[in-house]
């Protein structure tokens, strides 16, 4: 379920989950590693045995995140606001073979030192996941190779694309929300919700953009960067997953290939962003 092809139905959990906004720093800056993040990276992978006590933990957490099959089954709408859609393994499989795609040799081995770095990246972004249901001396044996390995790993930031600026403006300006812009966001986002027939294809056709122009990790970033700009904001998650999410996520999208996209297509992904929060430094997303 989780890839970076369908980065806005990651970004879309992690928003609601309470390690989140960490998940997406992990993933954000796993995007730009080289060759040489890796080496340094692999120096800090935990001991076997370690690991493998702590990854039954793991397991345990994960058999008890609920998703929403679960919560829907059992009609509990409460549990749904935040249940995700994905799992631990499919976001596992995601750091494995899409943001670490270009680690495995011929599309089926990696070297010892990529298999250390990953182990250090996957235990991250486990403990992140589900930070909410695992016991905290578990999280923090699971997060120590990672923050032992951050303070060497060069911070790097992904261009976004023909539109990065204005891309990185609409973030600063969701970062920044006013409460009572929220409010106004969550009533366009519930109009926008009712009145959807023509926003599904819309978000599928900016979602093909992005493949056939191969910006698949650009716009993955920019909504890894929208999963932190939401909790920064402190949005209400029931808002998050009311629709809010899927405004902004689409509006981001949509900026990302907008070079491409026909121009219905582009205005009706940006305009409930715009009538929401007003065109206020972005002046340019009418044009």
Known sequence: MYSLVSAPVLGF???????????????????????????????????????????????EAARRRG?????????????????????????????????????WQQGQVQTDAATAATAVICDAVAAAYLKDLLPVPSRR???AGWLSSSRWLPVRHMHLGPQHDTIQAMVARVRTLHPSEMGKLARVAEANRQASADWAPAVHAASWAVYVSERI???AAAQLMLVQAVEDAQLPVADRAGGVWNLLSGAVQALTVRDLLAAETTHRLLDP???ALGPTGLADLRG
């Open 13 to 59: 959990d992690l928003s609601r989950l309470p390690g989140g906004s960490a998940v997406a720093d992990v993933l954000l800056r796993a995007l730009s590693f080289t060759e040489s993040d890796i080496d340094i990276l692999s120096r800090n992978r935990l001991d076997d045995w370690d690991r493998l006590a702590l990854w039954q933990d793991v397991d």
């Open 67 to 103: 998703t929403v099959a679960d919560a829907a089954a059992e009609v509990d709408l409460a549990i749904l606001e935040t249940a995700p859609i994905g799992t631990v393994d499919g976001l596992l499989h995601c750091v494995r073979h899409d943001v670490l795609d270009w680690t």
């Open 141 to 143: 044996g699971l997060a």
């Open 217 to 219: 990790r650009p716009a």
């Open 273 to 275: 962003f715009l009538r």
